[in-house]
Antibody, heavy 127, light 110 residues
Framework: QVQLVESGGGVVQPGRSLRLSCAAS????????MHWVRQGPGKGLEWVAG????????YYGDSVKGRFTISRDNSGKMLYLQMNSLRTEDTAVYSC????????????????????WGQGILVTVSS | QSVLTQPPSVSAAPGQKVTISCSGS????????VSWYHHVPGTAPKLLIY???ERPSGIPDRFSGSKSGTSATLGITGLQTGDEADYYC???????????FGGGTKLTVL
């Protein structure tokens, strides 16, 4: 069965860095786009970043652009999120999610949706 | 402020029907497909509807989706107490080049 397991969360001071990992199993990782989605305390779901199956397209939410970097290792079935210059407002539960889309051009998929999610990992940014 | 607008909360009695709206614009809902998610905080979100009106296997037909213009709607019939959760709509925004979610709607089954 499909499994997505996040790791690397914890407490970090503002301005510092943290790297999240997501281990995938139970499906052909190299055939799916992957994403990070977060939920801050008392807030709704916020999309953070996404990466195509072949890394040909990478996208970021405005709130993390220039600070976070999404990457993947298809041979190791791993997804990563490098988070730099962390802010208190980055405090959230971060989840990785598998994308399944069929209606895609060379630059985007119009039917993007997330059919499997990890349980999430807590990142707390606090001094 | 979310790009997609959902009502903060809806409620209905067990066995009744409820609808949750999701309003957007031509750059998102108007020209892309909508998906819906069920989320109980502390657990992994679950995909309920994709491609506006398609249900993944295992999702009962009590759940339905529709789209018209720049708005989408999730319908739930035969409400059960287990349906209490937060519901989110999502889609691609072609102007932002980003995935966007609604602010979420908390469903209470009275």
């Amino acid at each position: 069965q499909v499994q997505l397991v996040e790791s690397g969360g914890g407490v970090v001071q503002p301005g510092r860095s943290l790297r999240l990992s997501c281990a995938a199993s139970g499906f052909t990782f190299s055939r799916h786009g992957m994403h990070w989605v977060r939920q801050g305390p008392g807030k709704g779901l916020e999309w953070v970043a996404g990466i195509w199956y072949d890394e040909s397209n990478i996208y970021y939410g405005d709130s993390v652009k220039g600070r976070f970097t999404i990457s993947r290792d298809n041979s190791g079935k791993m997804l990563y999120l490098q988070m730099n210059s962390l802010r208190t407002e980055d405090t959230a539960v971060y989840s990785c999610a598998r994308e399944t889309s069929l209606h895609c051009t060379t630059t985007f998929c119009s039917d993007i949706h997330f059919d499997y999610w990890g349980q999430g990992i807590l990142v707390t940014v606090s001094s | 402020q979310s790009v997609l607008t959902q009502p903060p909360s809806v409620s209905a009695a067990p066995g009744q029907k409820v609808t949750i709206s999701c309003s957007g614009s031509s750059s998102n809902i108007g020209n892309n497909y909508v998906s819906w998610y069920h989320h109980v905080p502390g657990t992994a979100p679950k995909l309920l509807i994709y491609d506006n009106d398609e249900r993944p296997s295992g999702i009962p037909d009590r759940f339905s989706g529709s789209k018209s213009g720049t708005s989408a709607t999730l319908g739930i019939t035969g409400l059960q107490t287990g349906d209490e959760a937060d519901y989110y709509c999502g889609t691609w925004d072609s102007s932002l080049s980003a995935v966007v979610f609604g602010g979420g709607t908390k469903l209470t089954v009275l």
